[in-house]
């Protein structure tokens, strides 16, 4: 027997964890993703973004309720807590796009015997916002996708995903790439600085038809959107053009959302193959 074996380089942690190594970290959270999104039959996906302090009704209507009992409450915090039993008609109209979404997906496999699952919900994977549509995903009886990503403070991933397809990415980058790669739909709730990179990158994405595929997007919460975002100014300052503004569509009710999506997947994906870029 030798003295020393030596440990072959895929099963050295020393060497994956290392600058060399990285090539093959980001190969894996492609080549991993793609394997378990196959075996789950996921052919194609409809993308939930939004920010991950937006509390359900209930949770915000409780933490009120609480505070509004608590003797050293200040103001500040009534107010704070008023406001997000505000911002929860957000969570409760993504649980219920998210659920009215998989319902009609669900019937269209069933009308066209398709084992594949078309237009999976799918969101970063935590709280607030995404917690809301993987929810409404599942109690439709669907499954639903969560790629979450390792943060210095934790993400904690929510209860609805599917396990199956419970994902935690180290690379945003990759991780912004399996958001854009399946997906045929993509809907914006109000969020902060994710958000917004998210947005802008899809937006920048369509609009040099990098995307290769009808996209159709919904900028959800005119009220939020119009005080947060002033494309118009880029219009008049001609850093975009007018027709952008034509590149998303804005909605106030789940209704309009669910018409806008359901037409515009009818008309460009249904009876097409659910694919890639």
């Not at 914006?188 to 996209?215: H, I, N, Q």
């Not at 009710?253 to 249904?270: C, G, M, Q, Y």
Request: proline letters at 4%; a negative charge; hydrophobic letters at 40%.
């Amino acid at each position: 027997m030798p003295r020393h074996m030596p440990v072959k380089a895929y099963k050295n942690p020393d060497f994956i964890d290392s600058r060399e190594a990285r090539i093959l970290r980001i190969m894996a959270e492609y080549l991993e993703t793609e394997k378990r999104m196959r075996e789950a039959g996921i052919e194609d996906t409809v993308v939930f973004f939004g920010s991950a302090r937006i509390p359900s009704r209930e949770d915000a209507e409780k933490s009120l309720a609480a505070l509004q009992k608590e003797k050293k409450a200040t103001k500040k915090d009534i107010t704070r807590a008023e406001r997000a039993v505000e911002m929860s008609r957000y969570y409760e109209a993504a649980r219920e796009l998210a659920f009215r979404l998989t319902q009609w997906a669900k019937e269209l496999a069933v009308e066209k015997t398709d084992p594949q699952q078309r237009f999976a919900v799918v969101t970063g994977g935590g709280p607030g916002i995404m917690e809301a549509a993987n929810r409404g995903a599942e109690e439709a009886g669907g499954s639903t996708i969560g790629m979450n990503i390792s943060l210095p403070f934790e993400q904690h991933e929510n209860p609805y995903v599917t396990r199956e397809l419970a994902f935690d990415f180290h690379y945003f980058f990759m991780r912004k790439f399996w958001f854009s790669y399946l997906a045929k739909a993509m809907v914006v709730f109000p969020g902060g600085y994710g958000t917004l990179d998210e947005f802008f990158e899809l937006m920048t994405l369509v609009s040099t038809r990098k995307m290769g595929k009808a996209m159709p997007v919904v900028l959800y919460g005119s009220e939020y959107w119009n005080e947060i975002l002033n494309l118009d100014a880029m219009v008049k300052y001609g850093t975009i053009s007018p027709s952008d503004l034509e590149l998303f569509h804005c909605s106030d009710s789940v209704d309009d959302a669910f018409e806008f999506l359901t037409n515009k997947l009818s008309e460009h994906h249904v009876d097409k193959p659910g694919g890639a870029m």
